[in-house]
């Protein structure tokens, strides 16, 4: 079943119907412990005199701000719990690390499918 909030729309394939489920771009206040995220984006924020003072590169604030989309493709994470704007999650291999919302963007995933994931980094992990 679907998490709320996710879209789900049916495709049809020459040898199975299957279900495609759509990530939800979450708000910081929207996320809750148990839910599996995945990283859409990160935030980083440089001084403005290290782009060579260029005017039109610069603004009046000090900060030039840039969203990168992460080369790799995460592992979906679960959530711990959270403190906004701080969210503790896991990876599949069991390591825990603490997101600063301020500087990324999540989206949720649906359950079944983050789950399905999970247990198979997760078994790879163990023959490791």
Known sequence: ??????????????TAERNVTLAKTLAPEDVRPGDY???LSE???????????D??????????RVRFRPRETTD??????ACLPFV???EPKGKGRTLDLRAVRLARLDRAYAKRVWKA????????
Do not use: Q
């Not at 979906?76 to 719990?81: A, F, S």
């Not at 980094?121 to 490791?128: T, V, W, Y």
């Open 88 to 90: 503790f999650v896991k």
């Open 43 to 53: 935030e980083y924020e440089y001084a403005a005199f290290a782009w060579s003072c």
């Open 121 to 128: 980094l997760g078994s790879r992990a163990a023959k490791a």
């Open 37 to 39: 995220v995945a990283v």
């Open 76 to 81: 979906p994470l679960r959530v711990i719990d």
């Open 55 to 64: 005017s039109p590169l610069t603004s009046d604030d000090p900060l030039i």
């Open 1 to 14: 079943m679907p998490v709320e909030g996710a879209t789900t729309m049916k495709t049809k394939t020459n």
